[in-house]
């Protein structure tokens, strides 16, 4: 509490009671964050200058004290007015430029020991208590500054794997293809090509080979020989079939002919 015992020992013989101490440490408190205190009285005198003491006759009205303040750079002014309430004092602090008003209740005898208003180490009471009241009640609601802001929270979020921009013609539409990116169907030789089953079904005479149409003449045996009347009961007369024509058997190649009808001994 730098400078607290200065000030109460420059002003220890004007103080006549306990709120008057009290005064004096909201006086200190409001130096020790940069203001200064103008003089007494609602309105400016002249010739009035930022001080860090205790302007004359602030003590005068034991039951109402005014004082004004100023920040150090000029930004704003604090009225600070003390009530005396029973054994309470009512701090009631404005910024006359906003009409921004805080307040705060005070029992004396919380803070301030009456008895030793002569010896500064023995005349206050729960200081940290105090100075936390002062400042989150009476402080810190005029306080307008802001952090700075670094670097790093300036800078905005860049994502991690940024998409490239969309090329002129770009469909946004477009569906993209359900495989991963980078992989392709697999080049199946052809015509092994599981993709491709039934396709000869629908192109017979396209030359490829699979489908459900046999043709002996790919069927893969050396020089098959061809017989058009395999599988029925007599051959076919001459000319049936046009030279070169495709001709699917009756029958599988090579089968035999079935002989007559059978008969039965009566």
Same mark, same amino acid.
């Not at 130096?31 to 200058?49: K, M």
């Not at 008003?101 to 008895?115: G, H, M, R, W």
């Given at each position: 509490?730098?400078? !607290?015992?200065?000030l109460? #020992?420059?002003?220890?013989?004007? !103080?006549?009671?306990?709120?008057?101490?009290l $005064?004096?440490?909201?006086?200190?408190? $409001?130096?020790?964050r940069?203001?200064?205190?103008?003089?007494?009285?609602?309105?400016?005198?002249?010739? &009035?200058?930022?001080?860090?003491?205790?302007?004359?006759?602030?003590?005068?009205?034991?039951?109402?004290?005014?004082?004004?303040?100023?920040?150090?750079?000029? =930004?704003?002014?604090?009225?600070v007015?003390?009530?005396?309430?029973?054994?309470?004092?009512?701090?009631?602090?404005?910024?006359?430029?906003?009409?921004? @008003?805080?307040? !705060?209740?005070?029992?004396?005898?919380?803070?301030?020991?009456?008895?030793?208003?002569?010896?500064?180490?023995?005349?206050?009471?729960?200081?940290?208590?105090?100075?936390?009241?002062? @400042?989150?009640?009476?402080?810190?609601?005029?306080?307008? =500054?802001?952090?700075?802001t670094?670097?790093?929270?300036?800078?905005?979020k860049? &994502?991690? #794997?940024?998409?490239?921009?969309?090329?002129?013609?770009?469909?946004?539409?477009?569906?993209?293809?359900?495989?991963?990116?980078? =992989?392709?169907?697999? #080049?199946?030789?052809?015509?092994?090509?599981?993709?491709?089953? /039934?396709r000869?079904?629908?192109?017979?005479?396209?030359?490829?080979?699979? /489908?459900?149409?046999?043709?002996?003449?790919?069927?893969?045996?050396? #020089?098959?020989? !061809?017989?058009?009347s395999?599988?029925?009961?007599?051959?076919?007369?001459?000319?049936?079939?046009?030279?070169?024509a495709?001709?699917?058997?009756?029958?599988?190649?090579?089968?035999?002919?079935?002989?007559?009808?059978s008969?039965?001994?009566q």
């Amino acid at each position: 509490m730098a400078g !607290l015992e200065l000030l109460y #020992n420059s002003v220890a013989p004007e !103080l006549g009671c306990g709120q008057d101490a009290l $005064l004096c440490f909201v006086h200190w408190k $409001l130096i020790t964050r940069d203001y200064r205190c103008l003089g007494t009285g609602d309105q400016a005198a002249t010739n &009035e200058r930022k001080s860090e003491m205790l302007p004359a006759g602030w003590n005068a009205d034991k039951e109402l004290y005014t004082l004004r303040y100023r920040l150090k750079d000029d =930004s704003h002014d604090l009225l600070v007015k003390a009530i005396l309430m029973d054994n309470s004092i009512i701090l009631n602090v404005m910024d006359p430029k906003t009409q921004k @008003v805080a307040d !705060l209740t005070l029992k004396v005898t919380d803070f301030v020991d009456p008895e030793h208003l002569a010896d500064f180490d023995k005349v206050y009471l729960n200081v940290e208590e105090l100075q936390t009241q002062l @400042v989150h009640h009476i402080l810190s609601p005029f306080e307008t =500054s802001k952090r700075p802001t670094s670097a790093k929270e300036e800078e905005p979020k860049r &994502e991690r #794997n940024p998409s490239p921009p969309n090329p002129p013609d770009h469909d946004p539409l477009w569906i993209p293809p359900r495989h991963p990116h980078g =992989s392709r169907q697999p #080049n199946w030789p052809d015509p092994l090509d599981p993709f491709n089953i /039934g396709r000869q079904d629908l192109d017979p005479l396209g030359g490829r080979g699979g /489908g459900m149409i046999f043709d002996p003449l790919r069927s893969g045996f050396r #020089n098959p020989v !061809l017989d058009p009347s395999s599988g029925l009961p007599s051959r076919l007369p001459p000319g049936s079939i046009p030279p070169g024509a495709r001709f699917d058997p009756f029958g599988p190649p090579g089968a035999s002919r079935p002989g007559g009808p059978s008969r039965q001994n009566q």
